[in-house]
Each structure stands twice: as C-alpha cells, then as structure tokens.
Nanobody, 126 residues
Framework: QVQLVESGGGLVQAGGSLRLSCAAS????????MAWFRQAPGKERESVAA????????YTADSVKGRFTISRDNAKNMVSLHMNSLIPEDTAVYYC???????????????????WGQGTQVTVSS
C-alpha cells in the first residue's frame, strides 16, 4: 500500500511560481508511475503531468506545457511539480497519484491510478 502526502500549495499572484511536493511511503517512487492531477470546482479531475517508473517517459498536459515540469527524487522518495507563469485558470486542488503496475498511459486518466494523496489547494489571483 502506497501512502502519498502532498505539500506546497497556497495563494500566489498570476505570473508567480509554486513547487508542489509529494512524499511517498510504503513503496519507492522508482517502482511506480507517478502523476499530478488537478480538480477545479465543478470540473472533472484532469491529469497535469506524469512520469513513468523508469523516468524515461513523461507526460505534460497541453494546458500547462512550457510552464509546469514534473520531477522525481528517488533518494528522497518524492515527486515534485514545478509550476511557473501561473494563471488564474490553474486554480484547483492538486493531487499526487501512483500507479504500481503497467505502462504509463499516453494520456493518464484518474482511473489508471489507485493511490492518491489528500490534495493541496493552489489559488492563483489575477
């Protein structure tokens, strides 16, 4: 069983930056496909970025491409989401998720992932 704990959310002005962190326990992140999702009020949960078990493949949603980057620190057993040039439309609860088997999907969907953190709120003011 994988436990995930996110941190790093908060309130930021448009154009600013935040780094979200996801600490994993129960299994090493190098054996997991890891992803960040977000869910805004009234909207479906959507994938933002993901990295494969090997680290050789990553996914970044078109809406955040060029602004968000996912990274993994095997030594700390953590995954991070680096968010730059934030816009109000990035406001959402951000979730870390893990998939312990299989290949990272070309476009990750929430149904592919079985372990979830509690979420961290990101609010971008205009």
């Amino acid at each position: 069983q994988v436990q995930l704990v996110e941190s790093g959310g908060g309130l930021v002005q448009a154009g600013g930056s935040l780094r979200l962190s996801c600490a994993a326990s129960g299994r090493t992140v190098s054996t997991l496909n890891m992803a960040w999702f977000r869910q805004a009020p009234g909207k479906e949960r959507e994938s933002v970025a993901a990295v494969s078990q090997s680290g050789g493949r990553t996914y970044t949603a078109d809406s955040v491409k060029g602004r968000f980057t996912i990274s993994r620190d095997n030594a700390k057993n953590m995954v991070s989401l680096h968010m730059n040039s934030l816009i109000p439309e990035d406001t959402a609860v951000y979730y870390c998720a893990a998939q312990p088997w299989g290949t990272l999907p070309t476009i990750p969907h929430q149904h592919n992932f079985v372990s979830w953190g509690q979420g961290t709120q990101v609010t971008v003011s205009s």
